[in-house]
């Protein structure tokens, strides 16, 4: 049985800013650096990972490439781990009013000309099924997004609730697998 440490990226600067995602190349903070290298020793105490895997995206690519450093690992790029698409809310505060915008259906919002929730998780969730496939019964660090992180619990779990509304940045989801099926799932407290 091998092990996924599913890693949201550090503190990127649209985080910090509490907009959401307005472009592939936002970086992260000092504090998301930090972040990063935090949990790089955290997992690197606890974990063997023979992989590590990233969204394209800047923030996330920075902080794989942080982990990679500490873990002495090659960094991979997986296209299907970039963040949820926000169409026209990219750039715009967190709190901006999202008309007919269900809280209890969250997952089945779509921003105008963007991505619901349930369609992240079908394209995630390929990815992460690839990744687990070719992992056998290693560790992998996968660096990914919120939204992302979201989807694969759903992808993993069968639900949406997860501990919490997003997992923090430079947070850690360790998912048991063992060829191509997902065991446990749960948040760690990390760093």
Known sequence: MGRLLLIRHGESEGNRDRVFTRSPEVPLTPTGRQQARETAQFVRERYEPGLLVSSPFTRARQTAEIIGEVLGLDLSIEEDLRERSYGEYAGLP???????????????????????????????????????????HRDVVVVSHGAVMMALWRHVTGEWAMPGRVVRNAGILLVEHDAGRYREAVLLEGP
């Open 94 to 136: 967190y709190d901006t009013a999202r008309p007919q915008f269900d809280p209890g259906a969250y997952w089945d919002w779509r921003p105008p000309g963007g991505e619901t929730l349930e369609e992240v998780a079908v394209r995630v969730g390929r990815a992460l099924d690839r990744i687990s496939a070719g992992a056998h």
